[in-house]
């Protein structure tokens, strides 16, 4: 594994996998995204580059993207600038809303062209799709390990349900991990039960949106407004930013004890759970540095009893 000497990072294994990943990865929704996210026009290959490079010098080796980001641009822009050696973990998503589960072949022959790869480390369901048939897909997706195509089969939105069900329909394969939203304000992991049941079955979290997409770091205040589409989303309306506002104040309050910010809080309270892994997205290097600072240092029992409190008065 690649190592630096910035680094504290730590580094956990990947359910029941032999990947061992950074607890901090990278998501890269925001490569070739720029219209969703609102980074206007000049945002392109230089900031991505930017922004990886700075991820690999803190010893982030987990890179998550999807067939789906920027249709593709994001992969295609991973398979370019990635470099190619040992460590670095390839994290890419089938979608899987087409006609048939067989789809996956053509899928994932595009996935690795575009990043340039002979092997995918890590190949998610990126939803569950409940029209096409879970035991075929399953199925070819243990036909792609045994093809090389893929190392291990990872799903994402998948409920515990969901979860048992893609499992049984496996013969000789794990699945090693399910993508959800997951972070401090966004629990549904917890009160479903997944949480429980992947710990129990050595099944990692991958949380998805940890930051909420921005509103977690406390930059945005009742008054201010988010770029791109995220300013459409109910959680960015002034109401919400109104109603977030003591929240954020606790979690600054909690942040300020330690020394960190409000972003190294909310990863760092997720990764509290020895297999959850945060993928925050950034837009700029100094926000993945920010980020990395999430690792490297515990909150304490109190902490979190404090931050429950704030999110049960949030949540009403
Ligand atoms: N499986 C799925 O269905 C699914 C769904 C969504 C996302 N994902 C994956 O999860 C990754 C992360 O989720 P996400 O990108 O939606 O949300 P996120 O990680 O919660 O938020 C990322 C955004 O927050 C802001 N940010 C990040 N770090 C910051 C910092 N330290 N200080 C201030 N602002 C900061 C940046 O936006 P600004 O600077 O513009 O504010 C950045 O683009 C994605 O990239 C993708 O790989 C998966």
Redesign the pocket.
Known sequence: MRKSVLSIMDYRRLGKSDLVVSSVGL????WGSRRY?GYGKSYGKEDVVRIKDKAIELGINLF??AELYGRGMSEELMGEIMPKENGIVVAT?YWPFRLTSNSVFKSVEKSLHRLSLKTIDLYQV??PNPTNSLRKLMRNMERLIRDGKIRYIGL??FSVKGLEEAQSYLSFADIVSN?VPYSLISREPERNGLVEYCSRNRIAIIA???????LL?G?YRPGMK??GIRRLRPAFSQRNLRKLKPFMDTVGAVSVGHSKTP?QCALNWLLRRDNVIV?????SPK?VE??CGAVGWSMTDEDVQRLQRAYLSYRG
């Open positions: 998501g890269t929704w925001q996210w998550d993207t998503k990126h939803w994402s939105n993508q998805w949106s940890p930051l909420e997409q921005g770091t930059k988010s770029s972003a993928i925050p997205g950034a837009s926000q920010e980020n």
